[in-house]
């Protein structure tokens, strides 16, 4: 029997490639392990509100391009201060949708107040103003 020797020949532009290769790969799955991760898409009516008016806000969770139905959602209102203004519990439509509405105390203090929205698997926070 006779061995065979295998020789590999690289140049400097056949590693440079491989790297360069790599590190996009890297970049990549990096973004999309943030895209398929559960989010939540919520987008409010008006961003500034007047004391006694409606607030009105809806949003989708979704993992990637899948929405995630029947799932209890957890709303908190603060106001500029850190107070609980409001706080409800919805559960997403099979589409993975919900919308929350409540009415701002005719009292309400000025300025930002912070919404925060969480359910087993993500959570997040997003303001509105009262002037």
């Known amino acids: 029997m006779s061995e065979r020797e295998i020789v590999i020949v690289l140049e400097w532009r056949h590693i440079v490639g491989i790297c360069v ?8 799955a990096f973004y999309l392990r943030g895209y398929f991760s559960p989010r939540f898409e919520v987008s409010v009516g008006e961003g500034v509100f007047k004391p006694g008016s409606v607030v009105r806000f809806s949003g989708v969770l ?11 959602v957890a709303v908190e209102v603060r106001d500029p201060s850190g107070n609980v203004v409001w706080v409800d519990q ?6 993975g949708s919900f919308g929350v509405v409540f009415r701002l105390r005719s009292d309400a203090v000025r300025g930002v107040y912070t919404v925060y929205v969480s359910c087993r698997v993500v959570k997040t926070k997003f303001t509105f103003r009262v002037e």
């Open 90 to 95: 919805v559960v997403t439509g099979g589409d």
């Open 62 to 72: 979704r993992s990637g391009f899948s929405p995630i139905g029947n799932m209890p």
């Open 21 to 28: 290769g790599a590190v996009l790969l890297g970049v990549l």
